[in-house]
């Protein structure tokens, strides 16, 4: 079974390889298999390539996105 670091590796691997989540732009924190993304405002796009790239990785239980779209 993977630790959290090793899911937030991954994790973070599948963000760098994803065209439509700008390099950076997305923190990973990992508790228990429970993946947080948090960011800045961002597109719907971004938020759900984000979550989909998280959910790819063996070991992530549950994604929640922090990133608000800034709605008015």
Known sequence: MKNDIQIQQEVLAELKNDDKVPTG???VEVHHG???LAGPPSDT???ES???AARRVDGVTKVVVDMDTGRC
């Open 45 to 47: 796009t971004v938020k």
């Open 34 to 36: 429970v993946v947080k």
């Open 25 to 27: 732009s997305v923190g």
């Open 50 to 52: 984000a979550a989909l």
